[in-house]
């Protein structure tokens, strides 16, 4: 898949429009379910996002450096334009959140509490998912929904792979926390947000 | 039996082993971990779960666009040079960001100079195809003069002369977002724009609200109560008695959940505004008024029916529309300005298969279109953002062309600025200095300088650590000429945290107010308004 991609953007960087057509209709989809949930299911929105990937990629496509797979760019360029469109909503992003703080990813063992009862409700799983906060959600999607390695997160996300992991550490502690199974303490206490 | 990997190890990578995105040493790695550890199998089962439900639960999105649709609005995109479109200067604004799509890398180019110019009336142009009537449907309901309000000039303005910069004030409501400003003297002015409610439904008419403010005593505060569906784009005031507004009633949401607009006009006239009844077309986009008198005015409404621009003529008496030539018709207009009885346009064409999109510059005058389209390869076009008529009545076309890394930062590709000066006959390219460390260039609008050039306003993104465009602008200012042969070169804008000088409307040579857009710790934008004095910024308090 990875070698059509990149024959297909080295088309769409000759100006070959029917391949960026394709590449429009392979990745379409999984973008605009990616973009649904940054862009809290706007439709509009998350339409003229979606699109203007694909335009970001008809200009940059000649300059695409090849150093990430071409659908780690295309999340990477809609996460980009994601944010923008978000810029006046981001103040409250908080809102429905659990109040976790992210800690470095030393902390990133310190679970050591039963937590077989727990998983086995899905219900109860699925309305733990609800409450995490929006970047642990986004981080456990890229993982598992979208199926990115830690490294591809770490780029679409613009953060270190060391931050990536703690993100989806402490995604899991609040999964735990909101199905009522709390965690043993951490070995230290988190400290301020790290992004 | 142990690996050589710890739990803590283990346990780091078991999302991407079940997600089964690891390397194969890493799953080799892990999966002998697992075979002796009960409690790092139990994670598996853990994350197994989180990954189905969360499978289970990622909500499938709503098709707003069928998938032709869509891409035929990608075409139309890809087909545009990246300029700030009219639009996004007006009510759009909120929705559209204020840097270009254009994206992250783009082939080096260098500025080519204009390769030729043409003239004649709108019929010797050559045709350019219509816009695929798919982008709008349904705008044949006009509604011009049976709504908006009566506005009651609430006093009248008791002059103060003489305000200090630190006495100015301006009462800005929340959520409002300025779109254009005029003095009609340096006591009185006038700006107008829109509120947005917070938590609003973009796709809710409603959601947004009109805005007028006026400038007496010193004090920018709000003339008229906010008008729910309503907002006002653009505004001149020719004289403190006299003077245009218009503005748009929103309606959809509509094809693919965008809002558009109906336009309508009001006059200042007899110390109260009032709705005009005219056959102007509507104008989805937005539209623009620009006057250089009492008797001679032009608005432009952009993107209405099929995406047609039109063009209209005061003349004193009536509203007149003027054929535009065919590829300002359809493209996006970037600027007008008026000039000792004509008109100049920039904008860029909408041509999908001839040459997707050129930068075109026109002149109207004495009924006649005179026009420059630029001539560029793939990937080097410039684009042109803001028109500039100089008290000597140059012409100044800012814009900027990509242009690629600077020796610092080889890898990133940026913008240089483009600027052009009409000579009378055509148009001469100014050099500017090439240290630019930013990604995307904007300019807005310009200031004349007593040495008769010129100060150019606009915004950059800067690149960031790694080599990414940041999502903040930066204001900046270029100072150009007075002679072509000087060229430009940048210089720091005085005020800091301001992210854009928008428009900026001189009640003097040399002092004036501007919109400028200040951006929040949360990335918001904040419309604000500036006072300018001979080079000094100042931004008023609130």
New interface residues.
């Given amino acids: 898949m990875e070698s059509d991609d990149l024959a297909l953007l080295e088309r769409v960087a000759a100006g070959d429009e029917e391949a960026l057509r394709e590449l429009t209709e392979r990745y379409r989809a999984p973008l605009r379910r990616y973009l649904w949930r940054q862009l809290r299911g706007d439709a509009r929105a998350v339409e003229e996002a979606v699109q203007d990937v694909f335009v970001a990629v008809w200009r940059g496509a000649a300059g695409y450096r090849g150093d990430a797979k071409v659908v780690t760019w295309l999340f990477q360029i809609a996460r980009y334009l994601a944010l923008r469109a978000r810029r006046k909503e981001l103040r409250h992003a908080g809102d429905v959140s659990l109040t976790l703080e992210d800690g470095d990813e030393r902390q990133a063992d310190w679970l050591s509490a039963s937590y077989e009862d727990e998983v086995v409700d899905r219900l109860a799983l699925a309305g733990a998912l609800e409450q995490l906060s929006e970047k642990h959600r986004e981080a456990l999607e890229l993982v598992f929904f979208f199926g990115f390695s830690a490294d591809e997160v770490a780029r679409i996300l613009e953060t270190p792979v060391g931050t990536v992991k703690s993100r989806v550490s402490y995604a899991r502690r609040a999964l735990l926390l909101a199905l009522g199974g709390a965690p043993a303490k951490p070995a230290k206490p988190a400290k301020g947000r790290q992004s | 039996m142990t690996s050589n990997i710890s739990?803590?190890s283990c346990?780091?990578l078991l999302?991407?082993y079940?997600?089964?995105?690891?390397?194969p040493a890493d799953r080799t790695a892990v999966e002998a971990h697992l075979a002796g550890c009960a409690d790092c199998q139990?994670e598996v089962?853990?994350w197994r779960?989180?990954?189905?439900?969360?499978?289970?639960?990622?909500?499938?999105?709503?098709?707003?666009?069928p998938?032709a649709e869509?891409?035929r609005?990608?075409?139309r995109?890809?087909a545009l040079a990246?300029i700030l479109p009219l639009a996004a200067r007006n009510h759009a604004k909120?929705?559209r960001?204020l840097?270009s799509?254009?994206?992250?890398?783009?082939?080096p180019a260098e500025p080519a100079p204009i390769k030729s110019s043409s003239s004649g009336s709108a019929q010797r142009w050559p045709y350019v195809a219509l816009v695929a009537a798919v982008i709008i449907i349904g705008l044949a309901a006009t509604i011009f003069g049976v709504f908006g309000p009566q506005l009651r000039q609430v006093h009248n303005a008791k002059r103060a002369a003489g305000c200090t910069p630190s006495a100015m004030q301006a009462n800005i409501p929340a959520n409002a977002t300025l779109d254009d400003i005029s003095l009609d003297s340096p006591t009185d002015g006038w700006a107008v724009g829109e509120i947005t409610k917070p938590?609003g439904n973009?796709?809710d008419p409603a959601s947004s609200g009109s805005l007028l403010l006026h400038y007496q005593n010193c004090v920018w505060k709000e003339a008229a109560p906010s008008v729910p569906g309503v907002v006002y784009q653009s505004i001149v005031m020719n004289s403190p008695s006299d003077g245009w507004l218009v503005g748009g009633k929103l309606f959809g949401?509509n094809f693919?959940?965008?809002i558009y607009s109906s336009t309508f006009l009001m006059h200042y006239t007899g110390g109260r505004w009032q709705t005009v009844k005219t056959k102007i077309d509507t104008g989805s986009q937005g539209a623009y008024l620009r006057m250089s008198g009492p008797t001679d005015g032009w608005l432009l409404t952009a993107g209405g029916a099929f995406w047609m621009n039109e063009l209209y003529h005061w003349q004193g008496s009536a509203w007149n529309k003027v054929t535009l030539p065919h590829a300002f018709q359809n493209g996006q207009i970037g600027g007008l300005a008026p000039s000792d009885g004509a008109l100049w346009l920039i904008g860029v064409t909408y041509d999908n298969h001839v040459d997707n999109g050129s930068p075109l510059i026109g002149e109207y005058a004495n009924e006649q279109w005179q026009t420059w389209e630029l001539s560029y390869g793939?990937?080097q076009m410039p684009a042109l953002a803001a028109l500039h008529i100089d008290a000597a009545g140059h012409v100044w076309v800012l814009g900027r062309y990509p242009a690629p890394g600077s020796d610092s930062n080889p890898?990133q590709?940026r913008d240089l600025p483009y600027i052009l000066r009409y000579n009378g006959i055509n148009f001469d390219q100014i050099a500017t200095s090439t240290t630019a460390p930013h990604s995307e260039l904007l300019f807005t609008a310009a200031i004349d300088q007593p040495d008769g050039g010129i100060v150019a306003i606009g915004a950059a993104s800067p690149v960031n650590a790694?080599g990414?465009?940041e999502?903040q602008l930066n204001a900046l200012s270029l100072r150009c000429g007075p002679t072509a042969s000087i060229g430009c070169q940048f210089q720091p804008f005085p005020l800091h945290n301001i992210s854009l000088v928008d428009t900026i409307s001189m009640d003097s040579p040399t002092q004036g107010f501007a919109i400028v857009l200040t951006m929040?710790q949360?990335?918001?934008?904040t419309s604000s308004l500036a006072y300018y004095d001979a080079g000094s910024w100042t931004l008023l308090r609130s």
């Fill in positions: 739990c803590a346990r780091e999302p991407w079940v997600a089964e995105t690891l390397t139990r089962a853990f779960a989180v990954g189905e439900t969360l499978e289970a639960v990622t909500p499938e999105p709503s098709v707003s666009l998938e869509s891409w609005a990608i075409q995109k890809i990246p909120k929705e960001p840097m799509e254009r994206e992250l890398n783009l082939p938590h973009t796709a949401p693919g959940g965008f793939p990937g890898q590709p790694s990414m465009p999502t929040g949360n990335g918001d934008l």
